[in-house]
């Protein structure tokens, strides 16, 4: 039996709305239990408050650890976004524009940190021996590291449209390998870039298993990590839990709104040029 290509379409269709749905439901009981009072918010119903109040928010912006846990989330955030970019842009152009069995090699391990998972054990061992335990450095590291092979796999696609005539005249004309990645193949790489920050920076902020193994200071939690400040063993103020989260995830909503008409140009450049 064969299946039309409006029944297909419809089912696609339908299917987006279901998955839409059970994204959306948990991020809506989260904001609007977030104007809820401490005995409404901890009924967890999909309903609004019945006198919507914004003492939950008044509440997260008081706290000292709300701001430290902000502070440390953008640190190791950019940072990391940073070092990823970077590093991504020159093994691309590397890989890209170096020919032998080296640079197939250096990419196919790098694309095998896609595929291969993290193994955390090994990791705490190996940041104690080396003392970056419980450091910016570390969790920035680690981040680094984990992001990387993705954006390596984006920019290295994005590479193969951008002719070599470009390095021929540049050279030509008595630019050096640095002048010419810095000035000609960055800008080339805007967009790949701006599809790598967006999930970067999304994996990084929102990350809560590394830091909760990987920082064991509360002074240097992130802004995820610090959620555990409102949460106790006899009392909780679902409120204000919820107000926070709300207040953590909004950088990264903002980040999104403002630069998500790239991701698909980002993910599918490359995607016909081979």
């Known amino acids: ?30 904001l609007v239990n977030s104007f809820k009072d401490m005995r409404e918010s901890a009924l967890f119903r999909l309903t609004l408050p019945e006198a919507p109040t914004l003492e939950n928010y ?41 020919q032998g069995k080296m640079g197939n090699w250096l990419y196919f391990a790098l694309f095998g940190g896609i595929i291969v998972p993290v193994s955390i054990i090994p990791t705490i061992q190996l940041m104690m021996q080396t003392r970056i335990h419980n450091t910016y450095l570390g969790i920035i590291l680690f981040y680094t590291a984990i992001n990387l092979p993705f954006s390596v796999f984006l920019l290295t696609g994005f590479m193969k449209t951008v002719p070599r005539e470009i390095d021929e005249a540049a050279l030509i004309e008595g630019c050096s390998y640095p002048k010419m990645f810095l000035l000609l193949i960055v800008p080339l790489l805007r967009t790949p ?24 200071d509360s002074k240097k939690w992130p802004i995820v990590i610090s959620i555990y ?46």
């Open 58 to 98: 008044v509440n997260v912006l008081s706290k000292s650890y709300f701001w430290r846990g902000l502070r440390n989330s953008l640190i190791i955030t950019s940072i990391a976004t940073f070092l990823v970019n970077a590093s991504a842009a020159m093994a691309a152009f590397v890989i890209q524009r170096k």
């Open 1 to 30: 039996m064969t299946i039309s290509r409006k029944t297909y379409s419809l089912f696609l269709y339908l299917l987006c709305i279901a998955l839409s749905v059970v994204i959306l439901v948990p991020f809506a009981m989260m």
């Open 229 to 274: 400040n409102f949460v106790s063993q006899y009392y909780t103020n679902w409120g204000t839990v919820f107000a926070f989260m709300m207040m953590a995830v909004l950088p990264v909503l903002i980040v999104y709104a403002l630069l998500q008409k790239h991701i698909i140009a980002g993910l599918t450049s490359g995607a016909v040029k081979g």
């Open 193 to 216: 870039l701006v599809t790598s920050t967006i999930v970067t920076v999304t994996n990084v902020w929102n990350d809560f298993q590394a830091p909760f193994y990987l920082i064991s």
